[in-house]
């Protein structure tokens, strides 16, 4: 049942847009008891299914700027392998360590845009 449930707030999170695996990754090494480089690449496999539902939908709604599709798609791919070889030769501790930095700087810099945001509203 645990499993669902960090499927169906992934699933949430990704269809927004937001990026399901800043629940997946934490919610699998923390309640499941996964290693970082599991979670880590279990979210990739998660990511195929739940991408192409929500891009059929955001299609569908014409949310799609295609001029920018293959510039994203080539450096996506290239970053991607980067990055499976830079994750793979890192120590466990550190990828979560960095996971978690980065997830940090994510919510900061949130949390610094929509003060930006009300204040100017507020003008």
């Known amino acids: 049942m645990i499993l669902f449930v960090i499927g169906l707030l992934s699933g949430l999170i990704s269809g927004m847009g937001i990026g399901g695996g800043t629940i997946l990754i934490p919610a699998l090494t923390i309640f499941v008891g ?4 599991s979670a880590q690449s279990i979210n990739l496999i998660y990511f195929i299914p739940t991408a ?4 059929v939908i955001h299609i569908r709604n014409k949310r ?3 001029e920018l599709l293959w510039f994203l798609i080539g450096g996506g791919v290239v970053g991607s392998v980067i990055g499976s070889f830079v994750a793979i030769s890192l120590d466990a501790v550190l ?3 960095l996971f978690g930095v980065f997830l940090f700087y994510m919510g900061i810099t949130e949390i610094r845009k929509n003060k930006r945001k009300i204040k100017e509203n507020r003008e």
Do not use: T, W
């Not at 996964?34 to 480089?37: I, R």
């Open 64 to 66: 799609i700027r295609k």
């Open 34 to 37: 996964m290693s970082q480089h």
């Open 95 to 97: 990828l979560r360590k």
């Open 52 to 55: 192409i539902a929500a891009l």
